[in-house]
C-alpha cells in the first residue's frame, strides 16, 4: 500500500472516534441538565432576645469552658489543694560529708549524714546515717535519732535547773541558766538547744575541737546530766 493511501486510513480513524465522542457525552449532558437544581436554605436568624441570653460561646447563661456560673468565674477544683501533714519532729542537717572507700576494682563511694530532730517541747535526739545515696542516709539518721531521743528536764520557763559541765570525746561543753539571757551558744550546741525547745541558758565550748557531730553529742550528755 502507497504512503498516501496509509495516510488518508489514518485521518478516517481519527474522524470518526471525534464524531463519537460528542455523542457519547450529550446524554450524560442531559442528564445532568435533567436534574433539579439544590437550593440553599437561608440562614435562620436568632431572635435579639435568644442573643441576649446566650454567651461568648453560645451557651446559654454565660458560661464558657473555663469560667463558672456568672461573668467568667473560674470553677473550684474538685480535690482542692491537700495540705501537707506537719512532722512530728524539727530536723536540721549538722553535716554531710562523702566518705570513699579504696577496692580492688577501684573507689566505692558513700554519704555520711548527722542530723538533729527535736519537737522543742523537750525531745531531742542526734543520729547519724551512712548509704550509698543521701535520700537513703538521710532516712537512716532520722531513725537512728528517735532511737537516742532524750527527755530534757525543763521549768515551766523552759530552763535548765542547773549548771552542767560535760567532756565527750574531744568536745567538752558547760551550760549555765541565765534568766533574761535568751539562748546564747555557737556550733551544732546551739542547734541541739533549739530542737530541745530549751530558753535563757548560755553554752561554751572549751574545746578546739570543730567536729560538729561531737559537739552535739557533747550537748546531748551535758543534758542527760540535768536532774529536776
Given at each position: 500500500m502507497s504512503e498516501e493511501?496509509?495516510?488518508?486510513?489514518t485521518t478516517d480513524?481519527?474522524?470518526?472516534?471525534?464524531?463519537?465522542?460528542?455523542a457519547a457525552a450529550t446524554p450524560a449532558t442531559g442528564a445532568a441538565t435533567d436534574a433539579p437544581a439544590a437550593t440553599t436554605p437561608a440562614p435562620a436568624?436568632?431572635?435579639?432576645?435568644?442573643?441576649?441570653?446566650?454567651?461568648?460561646?453560645?451557651?446559654?447563661?454565660?458560661?464558657?469552658?473555663?469560667?463558672g456560673a456568672g461573668a467568667g468565674g473560674r470553677r473550684p477544683r474538685r480535690g482542692g489543694r491537700q495540705e501537707r501533714a506537719k512532722p512530728e519532729f524539727e530536723q536540721k542537717i549538722i553535716g554531710i560529708?562523702?566518705?570513699?572507700?579504696?577496692?580492688?576494682?577501684?573507689?566505692?563511694?558513700?554519704?555520711?549524714?548527722?542530723?538533729?530532730?527535736?519537737?522543742?517541747k523537750g525531745k531531742v535526739g542526734v543520729g547519724i546515717g551512712k548509704a550509698g545515696d543521701t535520700?537513703?542516709?538521710?532516712?537512716?539518721?532520722?531513725?537512728?535519732?528517735?532511737?537516742?531521743?532524750?527527755?530534757?528536764?525543763?521549768?515551766?520557763?523552759?530552763?535548765?535547773?542547773?549548771d552542767v559541765h560535760v567532756k565527750y570525746a574531744s568536745s567538752e561543753v558547760m551550760m549555765i541558766p541565765a534568766a533574761g539571757r535568751g539562748l546564747v551558744a555557737g556550733s551544732s550546741v546551739r542547734t541541739v538547744l533549739e530542737h530541745a525547745g530549751v530558753k535563757d541558758i548560755t553554752a561554751k565550748l572549751f574545746s578546739?575541737?570543730?567536729?560538729?557531730?561531737?559537739?552535739?553529742r557533747a550537748a546531748v550528755e551535758a543534758l542527760k546530766q540535768l536532774k529536776k
Open positions: 493511501k496509509q495516510q488518508e486510513a480513524v481519527k474522524s470518526d472516534t471525534a464524531v463519537k465522542t460528542p436568624t436568632a431572635a435579639p432576645a435568644d442573643r441576649a441570653q446566650r454567651g461568648p460561646r453560645g451557651r446559654r447563661g454565660g458560661n464558657d469552658r473555663r469560667g560529708r562523702r566518705v570513699t572507700r579504696v577496692m580492688a576494682g577501684g573507689r566505692r563511694f558513700s554519704f555520711s549524714v548527722s542530723m538533729v530532730i527535736g519537737d522543742k535520700q537513703l542516709a538521710i532516712e537512716k539518721a532520722v531513725r537512728d535519732a528517735k532511737k537516742h531521743m532524750i527527755v530534757v528536764p525543763m521549768d515551766k520557763f523552759s530552763r535548765i535547773p542547773h578546739r575541737s570543730k567536729n560538729k557531730l561531737n559537739n552535739a
